[in-house]
Each structure stands twice: as C-alpha cells, then as structure tokens.
C-alpha cells in the first residue's frame, strides 16, 4: 500500500480547512440550540474537527521544554546560585540575561547543551530578566522568559571572618565570624557552616552574641594540620526576611606550635615550640594600679610599629588627653580586643625588664625606638611569632581576661564552649 505524506503546503490547507469548518459547525451550534435532530451529529463533527486542529497544531510546537529558574516574579533570589536555566527534550540554543538597567550578565550554555548559569556573582537588589531559546530534535524552538529581583543588602547578611584564605596561623587561631546583622535562627545559620580539620579534632561552634560565632577544638589545634571553613548560607534565613548570600570554602594551615607563657611574678616571658624552652626573656607588665589580664591570650594583629594613645582604652588626665600618647611603639602583637599588646618598650630604662612592672596593662620588652634593630628582644619575638600563637599570662593580680575580648575563647572550658553551640 503506498503511503502518502502530506507536504507542510496541505497540512496548512488542512488545518485552515479544519479551522473553516470548527468555525462553521460553531456558529450553527449557537444559533440553532433548540434544533435537537441534529445535535448528535454536529457533537460528532465538531470532535472530529478540533481533533484535526489541535494535532495540526501539535505538528508545528516544539517539544522543548525549558524551565527558569528562579520563577518569573520572584524576589530575594540568591545572588550566587539561583540564577539558571534547563532544557528538557531539546539543546538550549541562546540565552541572555540583562539587569533592568540593560547591562549583559555573562553566562555560558553546558557543553551537553541541557542548561546555562551566569559565570560570575550577581549583584544585590537588582532586577534581572533571562530570555531562553531552545530546539527540539526537529528543529522547532521554544522559548521563555523571566524576571526575578536579587536579595537587598537590607534583607541579607554577610559573616566577615578571620583567619584569611590560604594562611598560615598559630595553634590558638580560632575560626572567627562577625554577621553585620543580628542572627535570631543561630540554629539555621550555624547549620549553614562547618569547620573540619585534617587532624580530626572535633570542632564546636559557640556564639557570643547575636553577630559573632566562633569556632575551636577543645585543645589547640595539631599542628602542621589544615583547617577548612565552609559557608553555605546562600539563602539561609538568619533573621525574618534578612537572607544569607555567602558561598564560599576557605582553607588555612596551622603552624608549629609555639606558646609564651609570661610570668608577671617573676617578670620573665617563655617561649615553647613543640614544648620545648626556645627562649627566655625579661618582661614589665602592668603596674599594680594597671594590672595585666591573666588567661590564654591569641595573638590577632602584628604591627611593626604602631600608635597607642590611652584615651583610645580610658586612660585619661584630667583634661581628657590620654595619659600617654606613643605614636611609634615598635613590634606591637595585639592580644584583646580592649587594648591589651605585647610590644617593644624603648622609652623605659633598661633595668625595669626582669625586675619591675610599670606598664598600663601590656607586656613590654626591651627595643629601640624605629623598630631597626633585629637583635633586640622585642624584635625577636616579633620576628618568631605568627599571627594564631598563643599568649598565656599568670600570676597577675588581675582576673582572667573574657572569652570575647578578643579571640580568646580557649578561657571558657569545653562543656561551657559546647553548650553554646546551636546545633
């Protein structure tokens, strides 16, 4: 039997036929409603000809099926990963993507042709429109388009953390993250971050307050072991409408294990690496008016040389100045938050180091003034330390320094650490 193939010039005269005909069958129906004879029949062709239309109609659709994401209207879009497009039955052919100002965001379509995303971060609070076109086996295209608006920097939030990317740090170095919004869902935060080491320790996160999350073990990291931050808090709602935006994997090694340990009795400083005594040196701490912190102190911040006024920490004359006012202290290592440094000191005789305390509350050492001189002790603590070792100051008459002053979560013993971890 010989089979005949309609050509696409009568399949368009069919279907304009079946469509002259669908109209005809239509009009008569609505003007003869009481006319029952011949209804049956009418139902029947009527059938038969939408039939016709519909696979005529079917012939000429693409069986592309293209899927945007996210949804056309939708708000708060992530501005990292939310942003993509897919194809089912058929290859994606163009897409482009424009912010409502009409500048091109760069994209690029899989090799496979089944999907495309945008090649870099999106900005926030901005309007963007996607436009897809795909084919089908056949050649036939589909298309599709959407609009979406990215999360605003009032609804979203970031976490600045330290220690940096690729760093090399100290045995104490705590993973540290600052929010610049206040978290309410800490459990949904917390559970968008995990900390691992190489070493295997286990790793517990507790919140100080409501913007600062810190990470450690429960002894100091092993050294020589590399510590992974993960953050996936694209889209994690840490406050009612304020969404996270960050995605990101930072990784950074820990050092030899060096610890100073200062004796504020005796007044002398001991360096340990892998504990063992590498060095001793003479110190003056705090004055008995302007005792030193005692506790487990990290060093956050080297500076070669850098100005410590005492109005800046509330030590003030009576006109309001500072007390003093040191524009160039040399080989200074912060240690809290609130002031307290271990630094050079070239403006004290020479006879107070090892034998008297005078200091407002740091821990000085001898040193010249300009910082050039690499054999002075002060230098060569700063030389040997990195920033991440460890600080510990005993026999003050001072209390042990808070947790939060600083990066010095090694205060809080490890039951009271975990029970402020939210998950």
């Known amino acids: 039997m010989e089979k005949r193939v309609m050509t696409d010039g009568k399949r368009r005269k069919s279907l304009a036929a079946a469509a002259a005909v669908l109209g005809g069958v239509l009009v008569l129906s609505a003007c003869s409603d009481s006319d029952k004879g011949g209804s049956a029949a009418d139902a029947s062709q009527s059938a038969q000809s939408q039939a016709q239309v519909d696979e005529a109609a079917a012939q000429k659709t693409s069986k592309a099926q293209i899927t945007i994401t996210p949804k056309n209207g939708a708000q708060n879009a992530s501005i990292n990963d939310d942003a993509k497009v897919a194809v089912t039955a058929g290859k994606l052919t163009e897409v482009t993507m424009t912010s409502a100002e009409g500048k091109t965001v760069e994209g690029q379509i899989s090799a496979d042709g089944l999907s495309w995303k945008p090649t870099g971060q999106l900005e926030r609070g901005t309007v963007y429109k996607i436009a897809a076109t795909a084919k089908d086996a056949d050649g036939l295209e589909a298309h599709e388009n959407a609009s979406f608006t990215t999360v605003t920097k009032a609804n979203s939030f970031i976490g600045n953390f330290t220690p940096e990317d690729g760093s090399t740090v100290g045995v104490g170095m705590p993973v540290s993250i600052n929010f610049n919004k206040a978290i309410t869902d800490k459990k949904a935060v917390q559970g968008g971050i995990t900390v691992s080491s190489s070493s295997g320790q286990e790793v517990v996160g507790h919140w100080f307050n409501?913007?600062?999350?810190?990470?450690?073990?429960?002894?100091?990291?092993?050294?020589?072991?590399?510590?992974?931050?993960?953050?996936?808090?694209?889209?994690?709602?840490?406050?009612?409408?304020?969404?996270?935006?960050?995605?990101?994997?930072?990784?950074?090694?820990?050092?030899?294990?060096?610890?100073?340990?200062?004796?504020?009795?005796?007044?002398?400083?001991?360096?340990?690496?892998?504990?063992?005594?590498?060095?001793?040196?003479?110190?003056?701490a705090g004055s008995p008016e302007n005792t030193t912190y005692n506790g487990q102190m990290v060093i956050s911040e080297k500076f070669k040389e850098t100005r410590m006024n005492g109005a800046t920490v509330g030590f003030t004359d009576d006109d309001g100045k500072g007390e003093y006012d040191i524009k160039d202290v040399p080989h200074a290592m912060r240690l809290s938050t609130s002031g307290t440094f271990i630094h050079g000191n070239y403006w004290g005789a020479r006879s107070i180091f090892g034998s008297v305390n005078t200091s407002h509350g740091?821990?000085?050492?001898?040193?010249?003034?300009?910082?050039?001189?690499?054999?002075?002790?002060?230098?060569?603590?700063?030389?040997?330390?990195?920033?991440?070792?460890?600080?510990?100051?005993?026999?003050?008459a001072d209390k042990t320094i808070a947790p939060d002053n600083g990066l010095n979560g090694w205060n809080m013993n490890w039951s009271a650490w975990k029970a402020g971890s939210a998950v």
């Open 210 to 284: 409501s913007t600062r999350l810190d990470f450690r073990p429960e002894n100091y990291w092993t050294e020589g072991s590399t510590v992974t931050l993960k953050l996936d808090l694209d889209g994690v709602e840490g406050a009612n409408g304020v969404f996270g935006v960050q995605q990101k994997t930072v990784t950074f090694k820990i050092g030899r294990n060096q610890v100073s340990t200062v004796d504020v009795k005796t007044k002398t400083m001991t360096v340990t690496q892998d504990g063992r005594t590498i060095k001793t040196i003479p110190i003056s």
């Open 362 to 396: 740091c821990v000085g050492l001898a040193d010249v003034k300009g910082a050039g001189d690499p054999n002075q002790q002060a230098a060569w603590l700063f030389n040997n330390s990195i920033v991440g070792d460890v600080v510990i100051v005993k026999n003050s």
